[in-house]
């Protein structure tokens, strides 16, 4: 029965946060502030995570493919497809889980417990739409860039780390990574990214906004967010792959 | 919290004191809306808060101004920034309006130079005076304040209450202020609740809660030395 009270309680809180606002131009400028510290504040982490990634698969698949039936250009086949139907989008957004959601839950819960949210809504200003709107707009807006960018430098990293250590020529990987691509599966890709961006950023969110008590509660609300976001990250890419690939 | 009925006058330091634990901040936080009542009503100038829909709370609370006991300041903004954000949120000012009436309410909480410092650079004092300048920016009609000296030395306790006793004078504002800082009481209080165990124990003005034998009041009253002497001169 806890499960449905706190599903309620988020829904409630997620229509609170998409409520009018109060402001417009001021929601705006939030949505920016959030974009540069969401958004472009996860480039660094999630390039060199793409790059080692993407040399990684490239490196092993190689390795696997030792049958002289299979052609070296599988390698690229493998990167690609990994990278896109996979990488990118669900583990970039699994570790945007860690770095992002426990960001937001710490900031907010922080606020929470010293009276910051209190503070505005004596003001009259709708708490949960001033500080959790902008993060979830940013997040959906920045989210899908991050995938791009992620699938991009692992396919990337595949080929120098690849070409570097011998393990498949510039014709094959290139050859590999055009072969047969289905540019649904970027899209299938962005459409996973979207879902998981909206959960990254309003999971966290709702357990920070949540917080009662002090600094240890603060901890608490962070490490939640984060396991909360990851699993839910985990069951819907369940769930999209069935109704997008299947 | 039960059978409590007090009318806050205008213009004047309406002091809530009690123990900890008394009730006083449940009380703060029904008056604000933070909390929900079970029964009963609080009125803003004959305005049932807890009948009135979404809109007209939302009225209500722009008329309000609030001190919290930690000062409440966003983190992540100046302390310019800091007073700007309600003129920003409810007004249309331009930057210089806005800029103009920040730096009227900094000097008026007496606190010049500290426009582009960081609530984490502030001493507890300045703090709370920034919240003050913050909770007078929009000329609020109520004004909260949550035990306004808590943490603070006593020699900044009186400058923060001096304040806000000019400010409600000044502006006419009715201000409601929680404490257990009996020198507060003393200084500052115009009327007085006391609140024991969630219900009106007792209320009056200063001069009458130093005449009192009510046995819970003068446990609280005369819980320090410094009062028990005030009491004998005072006899």
């Known amino acids: 029965m806890r499960v449905f009270y706190h599903f309620g309680k988020y829904y409630l809180f997620i229509k609170r946060a998409f409520g009018k606002p109060e402001k417009f131009s001021i929601y705006i400028d939030r949505i920016f502030e959030e974009i540069n510290i969401l958004g472009i504040g996860s480039l660094g982490i999630v390039a060199i995570i793409s790059v080692f990634m993407g040399a990684v698969i490239t490196i092993q698949s190689a390795f696997n493919f030792e049958s002289p039936l299979i052609p070296l250009y599988a390698v690229g086949v493998a990167v690609r497809d990994s990278m896109i139907l996979e990488f990118s989008p669900a583990i970039v957004s699994l570790i945007l889980a860690g770095k992002v959601g426990s960001s937001i839950a710490s900031e907010i819960g922080t606020m929470r417990v010293t009276e910051q949210i209190d503070a505005l809504e004596i003001m009259g200003i709708n708490s949960a739409g001033y500080l959790v709107f902008p993060k979830i707009i940013a997040s959906l807006l920045f989210n899908p860039i991050l995938v791009v960018f992620s699938m991009f430098l692992g396919i990337l990293g595949g080929y120098l780390f690849g070409i570097m250590a011998g393990v498949v020529t510039d014709y094959e990987y290139i050859y590999g990574i055009t072969y047969e691509f289905r540019p649904y599966n970027v899209i299938y890709a962005l459409i996973k990214s979207a879902v998981f961006a909206f959960i990254i950023a309003s999971v966290p969110a709702f357990h920070g906004y949540y917080t009662s008590g002090g600094a240890l509660e603060v901890g608490r609300s962070s490490t939640k967010g984060v396991v909360y976001s990851s699993v839910l990250i985990l069951a819907f890419d369940l769930i999209l792959t069935q109704l997008l690939l299947s | ?235």
Request: glycine content about 8%.
């Open chain 2, 1 to 235: 919290m039960k059978d409590i009925n007090f009318t806050f006058e205008t213009g004047k330091t309406n002091i809530i004191i009690g123990e900890s634990g008394s009730g006083k901040t449940t009380l703060l936080k029904c008056m604000v809306g933070l909390n929900e009542i079970d029964s009963g009503e609080i009125l803003y100038d004959g305005r049932s808060f807890f009948d009135l829909d979404f809109k007209g709370k939302k009225a209500i609370r722009k008329e309000i101004g609030m001190l919290f006991q930690g000062g409440a300041l966003f983190d992540s903004k100046t302390v310019e920034e800091n007073v700007v954000f309600p003129l920003s949120m409810f007004t249309d000012m331009s930057v210089e309006e806005k800029r103009d009436r920040a730096n009227f309410c900094l000097q008026r909480v007496n606190l010049n130079n500290a426009n582009n410092l960081y609530p984490s650079e502030l001493s507890g004092g300045m703090k709370k005076r920034v919240a003050i300048a913050r909770a007078i920016a929009v000329q609020p009609k109520y004004l909260f304040c949550d035990e306004p000296n808590s943490g603070l030395d006593p020699k900044t306790s009186i400058v923060i209450d001096s304040l806000i006793k000019e400010i409600t004078e000044e502006y006419n504002i009715t201000t409601i202020v929680i404490t257990h800082d009996m020198n507060s009481v003393i200084e500052i209080g115009d009327n007085i609740m006391f609140i024991y165990k969630g219900e009106k124990w007792w209320e009056g003005n200063k001069h009458e809660i130093l005449k009192t034998t009510n046995k819970e009041i003068c446990d609280f009253v005369y819980a320090t030395e410094f009062m028990k002497d005030l009491k004998e001169k005072f006899q």
